[in-house]
């Protein structure tokens, strides 16, 4: 994903798999503006690779993250400039100045006596110990980010899915202006890969455009497995018997309704990707989704 940042710093946290820019001046230092990927593609199976950044490597339905942090200058006919075709993108994607020589860690990137790197700039903005922007004297000037998820192996006619947010936070009420929106920013992206991970989202957090949200205290479910392959079961809690249930595609299509079943649901014959079931129990619905392999 390319993201324009202009007049701003630009920053990485490879844990939290989030790009960020931030506020290069007095002014406007209250802010952090995120790119956060939720989740990426599918990682390739025995790729002896922790993709995820979870700890453990090849576990099963593994997911790429945020494997690579490139920030570059908005200017043409530079070695770290920008990209001009799909060579130089794909250099950025390999973590690689367009003159093929490799990112390397400290001061801009471009000093090649230090060690390469995959993440530009992924230390805590004001920390001395850490590599971040503002530390290497690069100066305010306008800036783009490339966040890189993965490698992953992309067949013919295949269709990848990469789920990612954009979260902004701001703390004006902090002594410290951006060490407090930087702690504000990370407890605010770990809210919301909870949100996601979970599939529950704020009441006013429309999930999807074609499906209806109401969400009550005494009435949930929780879907598993997931992701799924064949048999889909639900465990519905609260007093309200006789549910009925709506799975849609990622287009809002309905592709199997009725009243739930005791034995779970045979979603089998569905196409792998993203989907969506609302459950309604009288005057209440709820939505969460799931993912078909």
Request: with cysteine; charged share 15%.
């Amino acid at each position: 994903m390319d993201s324009g940042i202009s007049g701003n710093y630009t920053g990485c946290d490879s844990m939290l798999n989030a790009g960020f820019s931030y506020g290069s001046n007095t002014i406007d230092t209250a802010y952090v503006q995120n790119i956060l990927i939720l989740r990426g593609p599918a990682a390739d199976a025995g790729d002896l690779l922790d993709n995820d950044h979870n700890g453990v490597v090849d576990e099963p339905f593994e997911s790429c993250g945020l494997n690579g942090f490139v920030s570059y200058i908005n200017m043409i006919n530079s070695p770290a400039g920008h990209p001009n075709g799909k060579a130089d993108y794909y250099n950025y994607m390999k973590s690689v100045w367009l003159d093929n020589i490799p990112i390397t860690y400290g001061d801009d990137g471009r000093n090649f006596s230090n060690p390469p790197t995959s993440f530009m700039f992924s230390g805590t903005p004001y920390d001395t110990a850490g590599w971040w922007e503002g530390s290497s004297a690069t100066g305010t000037v306008d800036r783009r980010m490339l966040l890189n998820s993965g490698p992953f192996t992309f067949l013919p006619g295949e269709a990848k899915t990469i789920d990612f947010a954009y979260v902004y936070s701001r703390d004006t009420s902090g002594p410290n202006g951006i060490n407090t929106s930087i702690a504000r920013n990370r407890a605010d992206l770990q809210r919301v890969q909870s949100w996601f991970d979970n599939s529950n989202f704020p009441s006013c957090l429309v999930v999807n455009p074609a499906v209806a949200e109401i969400q009550d205290d005494g009435f949930d479910f929780i879907i598993f497995p997931n992701p799924v392959n064949s048999l889909l079961n639900v465990m519905v809690t609260g007093e309200i018997k006789n549910h009925t249930y709506r799975i849609s595609d990622n287009t809002g299509r309905e592709v199997i309704s009725g009243l739930l079943p005791p034995g779970g649901i045979s979603v089998h014959h569905l196409a792998e990707g993203m989907y969506f079931m609302m459950i309604t129990a009288g005057d209440k619905q709820i939505v969460k989704k799931f993912i078909k392999y």
